[in-house]
């Protein structure tokens, strides 16, 4: 049977932590040689990561040191960078080079929002991956997705039949929270029928690094499972996801990770209440206590999505790593609401806030993380 369990190449080990092209080769040679022996055979990289050189490091420590039948591989078609149809071609050329591949086993249309779909729809991006998957380019299509459950309803009501997959950010803690809603997303994929792959189950490794108390919860009722075992195997229980990447830069963590993926064993019934209890933690430590009522919203002349900005806000808060899919979402967001900086100051807001909270300062906070520090990575 095929392992639910995928290698994501977005933060793969490096010399320098500062210089995202400084690949640690020996350690990812090592990784994916025991990932591979274990019986796990996924690997999920994309054009722009590690500042558009994880494909070619890729190439390095998988395509060129095991046989192509031993592995699959998934890359992805950068949405946000290219500018017409020709571009798409010379972008995917450029990609079957950097992976030293003839055919891409899994192929993507990468990071699907507001901000990129009308873009795909005029310059057919839809057909693009349809043709390659009809010349024996790509094996199975999919695309990944970072916006509302509206969005993907409308996208799978109209491209659905070209998609063979949706991989989706699901993890526990952004199950109901209302800028991901992975819940929603989740049955929206489930009512059309999409197998799912999952992203950022630990959310960035916020789910790594949970707070004491949660920890100890899962530790008194299993000492030897590690906090992200939990947050994968919750992720990898959902109804419909047939795989879940994890990001893995050390021995310990494919170690980790194989050893309860291998033979994966869903959630219990004990273990969902834990994770309820956990998610009720890691919440109460949010820097906003907002409850996403929406009272604030309808009178904002400016149009200021406030529930979800704080949402965003809460999560970055949490963040422990170098996460930015949070930015990515604030940005899609905007396009279609005012932005956090165009606040009047009016506090129409803050009169009909039941939690009293201090809305406009909360924006201030939210133009600092989101607007003034964006962690989007630029080519360079
Ligand atoms: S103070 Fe800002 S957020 Fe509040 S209603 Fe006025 S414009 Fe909207
Ligand atoms: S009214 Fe207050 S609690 Fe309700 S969504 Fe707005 S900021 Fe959040």
């Known amino acids: 049977m095929e392992k639910k369990l995928g290698f994501g190449c977005m933060r793969l080990p490096l010399l320098n932590k500062e210089d995202q092209t400084s690949f640690d080769t020996d350690t990812l040679n090592k990784l994916v040689d025991t990932f591979l022996e274990r019986g796990f055979t996924y690997f999920d990289t994309a054009y ?66 507001s901000n990129v779909y009308e873009k795909c729809r005029k310059y057919g991006a839809f057909d693009f991956v349809a043709k390659k998957k009809a010349a024996g380019k790509i094996k199975v299509v999919g695309m990944s997705f970072h916006d509302m459950p509206e969005l993907l309803d409308e996208i799978l009501s109209k491209y659905g039949d070209g998609l063979d997959f949706v991989q989706l950010q699901i993890n526990y803690i952004d199950w109901e929270q209302p800028n991901v809603q992975s819940r ?43 906090t992200a075992s939990w947050a994968l195997r919750f992720a990898a229980s959902q109804q419909g996801v047939f795989r879940v990447l994890s990001g893995m830069n050390s021995m310990e963590q494919v170690e980790d990770n194989t050893s309860f993926m291998a033979n994966f064993l869903p959630l219990n019934e ?34 200021i999505p406030i529930p979800k900005y704080f949402a965003l806000y809460n999560s970055i808060m949490r963040t422990t790593g170098s996460f930015s899919s949070q930015m990515v979402y604030y940005n899609n967001i905007a396009i279609n609401h005012g932005k956090a900086s165009e606040c009047i100051g009016c506090k129409q807001c803050e009169r009909a806030c039941p939690q009293h909270l201090p809305i406009t300062k909360y924006l201030n906070d939210v133009v600092e993380k989101f607007e003034k520090n964006s962690m989007i990575p630029i080519r360079k």
């Open 270 to 303: 004990e273990e969902n209440a834990i994770i309820e209890k956990v998610t009720k933690i890691i919440n109460e430590k949010t820097a906003v206590q907002c409850t996403a009522c929406e009272y604030c919203t309808h009178g904002c002349p400016k149009n």
């Open 48 to 113: 722009t990561y590690h500042g558009y050189h994880a494909e070619e490091a890729m190439r390095k420590a998988l395509v060129e040191r095991h046989p192509r039948a031993s592995f699959q591989l998934a890359t992805k078609l950068p949405l946000r960078d290219f500018k017409d149809s020709a571009d798409m071609e010379r972008i995917f050329n450029e990609q079957r080079t950097n992976c030293g591949v003839d055919f891409f086993d899994y192929y993507l249309l990468h990071n699907m929002g």
């Open 184 to 226: 929603r997303c989740l049955e929206i994929a489930n009512k059309y029928n999409k197998p799912v792959i999952v992203m950022e189950p630990c959310k960035g490794g916020t789910l790594v690094n949970v707070p004491q108390e949660a920890e100890k919860l899962m530790k008194a009722y299993n000492p030897a499972a590690s």
